[in-house]
């Protein structure tokens, strides 16, 4: 079971690296978005640290955060966003952590690859569990059309992300690979099949 972590800047293609690589490979996807959103519902292990922070008002009548609410917060505070980082994100790699163990645990039924999928994995020190991290790579043009026409983005919103996301170059000196996603996917995929070839020439 070799552990690939997938990381790049917001727009940059993670999500359909992600993809091919379950559609092409039979990877195994754990997501570290739904980890967090469940950590973060009622009864879940953050609950209660991120009302803390962000108090009642950021409940629902049903005691539901509201996301959009908290979105705006944390898009306004950069305070705020290290905070909601810090509760949330070491318990999203805890959880993580498990999921490979229980994984490892049947290796006559573990998957070829596992992938994780983050743009914290520099910052929560991911290469401790990962066998290696890919970086996808496009540039800030790219990925602010990408962000305004795909996902309906604001700019204010979308320069608040780039501002906040680590550097190409802070990428670049983190990852293992590299994948060029700046034009067309094609690209993109041919470099991953070549990376998988070596990955498995050497395990």
């Known amino acids: 079971m070799y552990v690939i972590g997938i990381t ?5 293609g993670k999500s359909e690296a992600v993809r091919f690589m379950v559609s092409e490979y039979g ?4 997501s570290t978005d739904e980890i967090a959103r469940g950590l973060m519902e009622p009864y879940g292990g953050c609950y209660r640290a991120v009302l803390s922070l ?3 008002e950021s409940v629902d009548e049903k005691g539901e ?3 959009a609410y908290i979105a705006e917060r944390i898009f306004k505070s950069d305070y705020e966003r290290l905070a909601l980082n810090a509760v ?4 999203v790699k805890y959880e993580t952590a498990r999921v490979l163990s229980r994984l490892r645990a049947d290796p006559e039924h573990a998957p070829e690859f596992v992938i994780i999928e983050s743009a914290l994995l520099i910052e929560e020190h991911y290469d401790t569990i990962c066998d290696e991290i890919w970086y996808i790579y496009a540039s800030e043009d790219t990925r602010y059309r ?4 795909i996902r309906g983005w604001t700019d204010p ?4 992300i780039f501002q906040a996301q680590k550097k190409d170059e802070e990428f670049r000196a983190f990852s293992d690979a590299v994948f060029d996603n700046d034009g067309s996917f ?3 995929k041919s470099g991953i099949r070549e990376r998988v070839k070596e990955i498995r020439q050497k395990i």
Request: net charge positive; glycine share 16%; proline share 3%.
């Open 54 to 56: 962000f108090g009642k």
């Open 65 to 67: 955060f509201r996301r």
């Open 27 to 30: 990877a195994f996807f754990i």
């Open 146 to 149: 990408r962000l305004r026409d």
């Open 186 to 188: 094609d690209v993109c």
């Open 157 to 160: 919103r979308i320069r608040g």
């Open 88 to 91: 949330i994100h070491p318990e």
């Open 8 to 12: 790049g800047g917001a727009g940059s």
